[in-house]
């Protein structure tokens, strides 16, 4: 048939041949961060959901203990969480841990962990609310990221850093 006589041609084949890196170069530019973009905007919220409580039982596992936070540490933390304001789909988990020091941290899935250690050197509740909004802005950061990683830099994910490297290539 045509195929067969298409195949003995020279000048399909070498059609064929100069069309493959751009069909190469558009699967992997184009069409692969687009079927990215659709899984990542598929992925349940109780994927993400889980993604957090592993990473907290691995914390927990490893570097933080239960809260020891005195009530009026607490009361700072949820009054703070409140006047917050922006809490929709983010949670807030206080652990104490020595190893991380004071520190808040955002977990990708939307959770905020806060160190009882922090709640010690944090002295007003606008500083602790100063301290959540650069969290939250982190998660936002990562979604960026994620999405950016998932569109075009496929590669960058993959890429090995040497010592003393500051950079990605």
Known sequence: GWIRRME?????????????????????????????????????????????????????????????????Q??????SWVAFGQTEGLTLVQRSSPVLGANAIALPGGSILVTDQLLAVVQTREELIAVLAIAGSSL??????????????????????????TGSS
């Open 8 to 72: 003995k041609s020279w000048p399909w084949a070498l059609l064929g041949v100069g069309l493959l890196p751009l069909i190469i170069f558009l699967s992997v530019f184009k069409l692969l961060p687009w079927l990215a973009e659709i899984a990542a905007q598929r992925v349940p919220v109780a994927v993400l959901d889980q993604l957090d409580d592993q990473v907290l039982a691995s914390l927990d596992e490893h570097w933080l203990k239960p809260s020891e936070a005195t009530a009026q």
């Open 140 to 165: 936002e950061k990562f979604a960026l990221e994620i999405r950016g990683l998932q569109k075009t830099e496929i590669g960058e994910v993959e890429e090995p850093f040497l010592p003393g490297q």
């Open 74 to 79: 607490r009361n700072l933390v949820q009054e």
